[in-house]
């Protein structure tokens, strides 16, 4: 398989826009944090560098190829922890560098889970997380750990993504829909057929999402520990 990580680049030539691989995956990045993955096509990108999209295909053959790059480009920012500091303060460093990324890019969100990306700093990201769960258990186990702790990454970014642009689009923050809904929810509670969800509104905490995400971490890292041990 004809992978693009593996593809020379090719030759410098004279032209009115100087090309590079890294200045078009750099140029469709910015295009999608501003319109989001929409806003990202080969077109595009070949406009906003006034460059014929045609030359684009000398550097990559698919907007797949593309995003690809583009992924890869953003685990390039996430700094990669020493496995020596304990396989918990690693997974945990990993973690939060990667909702970080997410939240700078937010399209990098919705290219999270399924099959492993194969660029060299995403495999870098995941030899460092295998690495960090090798001191948690064996080979076996430390795949379904490092597997568990992206998988909750991933469903925690994208949960607090979606709400970024629901508030976005409709002004209402989480606050201020829970106030709007909130007489709604309460002519629901009154029936009586949702006793755990009114308690739980009524009730809890109301905590902050940092708090939230490091709280589902901890519970994750108990969980492993007791499983390997």
């Not at 070949?46 to 999209?53: S, T, Y």
């Not at 829970?178 to 755990?196: K, V």
């Amino acid at each position: 398989m004809d992978l693009v990580w593996e593809r020379p680049e090719p030759p410098e030539r004279a032209a009115p826009v100087p090309l590079s691989r890294a200045h078009i995956v750099e140029t469709a990045c910015a295009l999608a944090d501003s319109g989001g993955l929409e806003a990202v096509s080969l077109r595009k990108v070949a406009a906003a560098l006034g460059a014929g999209p045609m030359r684009l295909y000398g550097y990559l053959g698919t907007k797949e190829e593309l995003l690809d790059l583009m992924v890869d480009a953003v685990y390039a920012e996430i700094p990669l922890p020493d496995p020596a500091t304990g396989w918990r303060p690693a997974l945990r460093a990993l973690a939060h560098a990667c909702r970080a990324a997410a939240q700078r890019h937010e399209w990098f969100a919705d290219l999270l889970g399924g099959r492993p990306s194969l660029g060299p700093h995403a495999l870098a990201y995941l030899e460092a997380s295998l690495a960090a769960a090798a001191d948690l258990a064996e080979l076996n186990d430390a795949m379904i750990a490092v597997f568990t702790v992206h998988a909750y990454v991933a469903g925690a970014v994208r949960s607090e993504i979606v709400e970024r642009r629901l508030a976005r689009e409709t002004g209402l923050d989480e606050e201020a829909w829970q106030r709007a809904s909130g007489p709604y929810l309460e002519r629901m509670f009154a029936t009586g057929h949702y006793p755990a969800l009114a308690r739980s509104v009524r009730d809890a905490d109301h905590l902050d999402p940092d708090t939230i995400f490091d709280a589902g971490l901890d519970r994750i890292f108990t969980g492993l520990a007791t499983v390997t041990a």
